[in-house]
């Protein structure tokens, strides 16, 4: 039986974890969660899975979780950062499952990997923020980092088709976000209901805009960066409406393989839970003849910047990822507080790169500096 960890409980990954684990009770237990606010799901989800620890953000919430639990329940409860870092290198647990969203998820990816547990990573800025540092990490503690987003699994599952040597280049798809098409003026007037709509996934608020801003694209090509040992030159983003085809890999050949399946985040989860094996899941299955027409086409960089912007951070090196993404962050948070448009999201990331630049992103303190910087930053030109 596999003893997991689970950092996000309450997301919609840490959900569909939690499915698969109640799929698997024979194969998997939780031994320790952490979350955020949502108190009421999280009882709900100690109740049944029983944790031995547990982590929420403050001592407020703990005490609101308390007064949700039965009496017998004796796990442990903690809190905040260090809680989370608690959770996350957890001794019994042999897997951290990390899908905290933001950067808020680096110090207890860090953790896990310094105590030896196996990651499945979904938490995209890990890597996005210290790459480096965390790969470095990674293969001095000889364990396995196993991609939970659906187009990294896409890769890490097409790539066992051929040698490393061989590879030319990998090709990220992404599905447009709500509003494919619509050009520059036009993204002016969107409202974040509309940016929250994604068309194929079920995603929390900020995947959500940043799936609909392409920012999310430009993550995943910065995490494919450090997760396949790749230069930004041999990754190619190109639009794929129907989330069919996940991602795909072309070798040298000329051969290009490919990862398809419904758009349903079960599969990448299950994979990097059993892998090497793969479990029998609970879903429909693909059928091709159903699907249509499947569609691909160039991103429009021009009405959707975020992602040049992603390309030149991960150019740029240094803390540009970290300044990227902490900007990102505030903007974001800033338009679903509806205190900015659309358009200025991708806007104030440009100009906070611009802005911010010292460190060289050898270190832990760098980023974090760095990511600080970015955020003071940020929230000055959008208070402008």
Known sequence: MKLISLLGSTGSIGVNVLHLVRQFPQRYRIVAM??????????????????????????????AL?????????????TGLEGNKLVAAYPVASMTISAIVGAAGLLPTLSA?????????????????????????????????????????AIFQALEAGQRRDLDKIILTASGGPFRGKNAEELKTVTKEQALNHPNWDMGRKISID???LMNKGLEVIEAKWLFDVTPEEIEVVVHPQSIVHSLV?????????????????????????????????????????CGNLEFSEPDYISFPALKLAFEAIKAGGVAPAVLNAANE????????SRILFPDIAETVARTMDIVQEGNGD????ILQADSSARREATRLIQQ
């Open 363 to 366: 270190s832990l303190e760098d």
């Open 211 to 213: 799936s609909a801003t």
């Open 250 to 290: 072309e070798y040298k050949d000329g051969s290009v393989i490919a990862q398809l399946g419904i758009p349903d985040m079960k599969i990448p989860i299950a994979y990097a839970l059993s892998y090497p094996d793969r479990l029998e899941l609970d879903l429909r299955p693909l059928q091709l003849s159903m």
């Open 34 to 63: 952490a979350a955020g606010r949502n108190v009421h799901l999280m009882a709900e989800q100690v109740v049944e899975f029983k944790p031995e620890l547990v982590s929420i953000i403050d001592a407020a919430h703990a005490a």
């Open 330 to 337: 505030v903007a974001v948070d800033a338009f679903l507080n």
């Open 113 to 153: 990997i310094q105590a030896g547990k196996d990651i499945g990573l979904a938490n995209k800025e890990t890597l996005v923020m210290a790459g480096k540092i965390v790969m470095e990490a990674v293969q001095k503690k000889g364990i396995k980092l196993l991609p939970v987003d659906s187009e990294h699994s």
């Open 66 to 78: 308390c007064d949700l639990l039965p009496g017998e329940y004796h796990g442990r409860i903690v």
